[in-house]
């Protein structure tokens, strides 16, 4: 997995975008902080630092003796 960055608006349902480049995600988050409905509201940008994920395990069967 490559390292990405998304934006977070305060009060807003969440990131929606992973910008490759971190200079990508900063010129997001000042596109957002400018637009009218996120006046007064922080945009932070978050960094994936590490993730994890579950696997499925398999079924086992075992016949009754």
């Known amino acids: 997995m490559e390292k ?5 608006v ?7 975008y992973r910008h490759t480049y971190k ?6 988050a000042e596109r957002l902080a400018r637009m009218e409905s ?4 922080k945009v932070y ?10 696997e499925i395990k398999p079924v086992i069967w075992v016949e009754v003796q």
């Open 38 to 41: 996120n006046v007064g509201k």
């Open 45 to 54: 940008i978050v960094e994936a630092i590490c993730y994890c994920k579950t």
């Open 4 to 8: 990405f960055w998304m934006c977070l």
């Open 23 to 28: 200079d990508d995600a900063i010129k997001e």
């Open 10 to 16: 305060d009060d807003s349902s969440g990131c929606h």
